[in-house]
């Protein structure tokens, strides 16, 4: 695991946009790069990237497909909030990518079980996902997998816990506005992708941060999980980076990264 501590939300965008940008060019996947897309507030910042350096300097999504880390139950699929709409406009407007190409548990689905082994299935399908970009909530959850989720768990409904109705409100008219149930990806599923990104940003994150890469490896923070896959690179900014015991070192090894060796 790489803890990289970057000076602000731009330098974060920037070296997540990187690490998306040598997967899309690498061509390692036989089929087509397969990105996993995160929502919410943090990743917007690389998706606005992504899109600049596919206007400006030719990255190329047409062979991409990707897989969405969750979706609200019972939202309309056109509501502005689901996050199939959400990222239609925050990333698949800005490049190239066939819309076809992108998938997400359907929140509107009759059968939750059904289709959530549905989606299990259509990533394992696609060949997994090489790149899986991950934000953090306030009480360490990653995807929509609340405190005292399996850790390995496989997507599935999950109750939203009060905390994370409160922190998401802000995207919607009210706090009561924001739907009680989610289908997640679980963190087995998130586990199976190659290559874990995690972003963070501000200090209301420092304390989540710091239980997730410094912490034990427990339900009670389900982004410690992150401790147990064999690639993850961790981008905060020095806000998030505030609780960290080993900060130093992890400048440190970060300036010191081989040339060769690549993000």
Known sequence: ????????????????????????????HPGGPVLGLATGSTPLGVYRELGRRHREEGLSFARARAFLLDEYVGLPTAHPQSYRS?????????????????????????????????????IAEAGGIDVQLLGIGT????????????????????????????????????????????????LGTI??????????????????VAAAVEGPVSAFCPASVIQLHPRVTVVIDEAAAAGLQLADYYRYAAAHKPSWQGW
Do not use: W
């Open 1 to 28: 695991m790489e803890i990289v501590i970057r000076d602000d939300a731009a330098a974060v965008h920037a070296l997540a946009a990187d690490i998306v940008e040598r997967c899309v060019r690498a061509g390692d």
């Open 86 to 122: 959400v990222i239609r406009d925050e990333f698949a407007a800005l490049v190239d990518i066939d819309p076809t190409a992108i998938d997400g548990p359907d929140g509107e689905a009759e059968d939750v079980p059904a289709e959530s082994a549905r989606y299990d299935r259509a």
């Open 139 to 186: 009480d360490g959850h990653i995807g929509f997998n609340e405190p005292g989720s399996s850790l390995v768990s496989r997507t599935r409904v999950k109750t939203l816990t009060e905390q994370t109705r409160r922190d998401n409100a802000r995207f919607f008219d009210s706090a009561e506005d924001v739907p009680h149930h989610v289908m997640t990806q679980g």
């Open 191 to 208: 586990g199976e992708a190659r290559h874990l990104v995690l972003l963070a940003l501000g200090d209301g994150k420092a304390d989540a």
